[in-house]
């Protein structure tokens, strides 16, 4: 099975710009990976903030923005509030229906 | 509104099986499928399986293969997650998600499995 991979844990300073990456063990992420942001706080369900690698739902932050970077799929965000602490998942989706979850990254606003 | 309303907590011992439900309101239950999500004490979120509610086909990671069930009932629309010969490492909250975009979540059921 494919392996997900994420930085376990950043930091940026409140106000600044700051990208998290999602890789895949099996190469380049593509679109045709369909990947998927996830934000969750403790105690709290996930919350979908991208999908489909750059697509918005009507309660994603304008500051948060999704892409492809470098082989992998990317997850920036362009003026931190201390709200956007949080732990943030990918998720890509693999042939034969298969999907997994990339290991999260603690995200400190700081 | 779209509404995801899972059964509540369980306790088990090891080695019993477990059924989770998840009934889906607000939306037409058999347009979309659901994904099935678990995150054990201070882990990830580790992806189940899917199940299409239109026809009941599944498709489950390979993890669980052999363990784990995923059935629905239109006539109800709820979909269930079953999960056998369970062990500690089954200690979880375990999610239904709406498929495709993953935009709607059940409240999560808290599975522990302890002797």
């Known amino acids: 099975q494919a392996v997900v991979t994420q930085e376990p844990s950043l930091t940026v300073s409140p106000g600044g710009t700051v990208t998290l990456t999602c890789g895949s063990s099996?190469?380049?992420?593509?679109?045709?990976?369909?990947p998927y942001w996830f934000q969750q706080k403790p105690g709290q369900a996930p919350r979908t903030l991208i999908y489909?690698?750059?697509n918005k739902h009507s309660w994603t932050p304008a500051r948060f923005s999704g892409s492809l970077l470098g082989g992998k799929a990317a997850l920036t965000l362009s003026g931190a509030q201390p709200e956007d602490e949080a732990e943030y998942y990918c998720l890509l989706s693999y042939s034969g229906a298969r999907v997994v979850f990339g290991g999260g990254t603690k995200l400190t606003v700081l | 509104q779209v509404q995801l309303v899972q059964s509540g907590a369980e306790v088990k011992k090891p080695g019993a099986s477990v059924k989770v439900s998840c009934k889906a309101s607000g939306y037409t239950f058999t347009s979309y499928y659901m994904h099935w999500v678990r995150q054990a004490p201070g882990q990830g979120l580790e992806w189940m399986g899917i199940?299409?509610?239109?026809?009941?086909?599944?498709s489950y990671a390979q993890k669980f293969q052999g363990r784990v069930t995923m059935t629905r009932d239109t006539s109800t629309s709820t979909v269930y997650m079953e999960l056998s010969s369970l062990r500690s490492e089954d200690t979880a909250v375990y999610y239904c998600a709406r498929a495709p975009e993953l935009d709607y979540w059940g409240q999560g059921t808290l599975v522990t499995v302890s002797s």
């Open positions: 099996t190469g380049a992420v593509t679109s045709g990976h369909y």
């Open positions: 199940i299409n509610p239109s026809g009941g086909s599944t």
């Open positions: 489909d690698t750059s």
